[in-house]
């Protein structure tokens, strides 16, 4: 009679595996850059679909050259048929309710706007792709900033410095700097500002690329101010879209700090 309770018990384990399975799904499309760049990194490549256009586009953290894009259209994407619509929390609005109201599975990404957030959002998007894998939190509060550490200079295209309350400035302090800019949000450098009182920190960060906008780095007053080990050159994308690869990019700045 013992041979029953076991065989019930085999037959549930089966039925949760079996659940587990089908919970998993195995054509997804997004909707967005950030979206497929997430994707490229925790679905298996099996998984994906088809990426957004901007993938064809727009340099990241992952090569996304191998996979498939759609056109960004209702029609291809209903013809695509996917049983996972993976979008971010600002992108694409008409697109994604008119996917909803068809009954296809969209689903949302929130924006990070804090380090642990990014945590939360990449532990979301894993537990859509694959319900049983555990995702392993990489965010740890950082100690409390000295009043000596160094100030640092986040600059973008068009002399754009980053400034207070944004996320940028939670990953600065996260790795042991002040921020330089007082104002809060994004402002146009005050270069004679600088000049007057120079920053110990320069982060550059912006497309590597000869426009016109990206004439304020090659001002000769920064190779008076710094030295070249106190200037630091980012790619753009890795401010645009939270990700794991924020983390590395945390890894990377403290190294250099």
């Given amino acids: 009679m013992r041979a029953l309770p076991v ?104 924006l990070p706007q804090t380090l642990a957030a990014v945590d939360e959002q990449n532990s979301t998007l894993l537990s859509w792709l694959s319900p049983e894998q555990p995702y392993e939190a990489q965010y740890q509060p950082a100690p409390p900033l000295s009043e000596d550490a160094p100030l640092l200079l986040k600059l973008g295209s068009n002399g754009i410095a980053t400034g207070l309350d944004t996320f940028e400035n939670q990953l600065l302090e996260q790795i042991g700097f002040r921020n330089y800019s007082d104002h809060s949000g994004y402002a146009a450098i005050d270069l004679e500002g600088v000049i007057a009182s120079p920053p110990d920190r320069l982060l550059i960060a912006a497309p590597q690329s000869p426009a016109l906008a990206n004439l304020v780095f090659d001002h000769p007053i920064w190779k008076q101010l710094l030295k070249p080990q106190q200037i630091y050159s980012s790619d753009d994308w890795r401010w645009q879209c939270p990700g794991p690869w924020t983390f590395k990019l945390i890894e990377e700045l403290r190294a250099w700090r």
């Fill in 7 to 110: 065989l019930a018990s085999w037959a549930a384990l089966l039925l949760s595996s079996l659940a587990t399975a089908s919970d998993r799904p195995e054509r997804v499309i997004s909707l967005d850059l950030c979206s497929d760049w997430l994707l490229a990194h925790y679905a298996e490549p099996s998984q994906i679909l088809a990426l957004s256009p901007l993938s064809a586009s727009y340099k990241g953290p992952i090569d996304t050259t191998s996979y498939a894009l759609h056109d960004g259209s209702l029609e291809q994407l209903i013809s695509l048929n996917p049983d996972l619509i993976v979008v971010g929390q600002y992108n694409a609005w008409l697109l994604r309710e008119r996917l909803t109201a068809l009954g296809y599975p969209v689903k949302i990404l929130t």
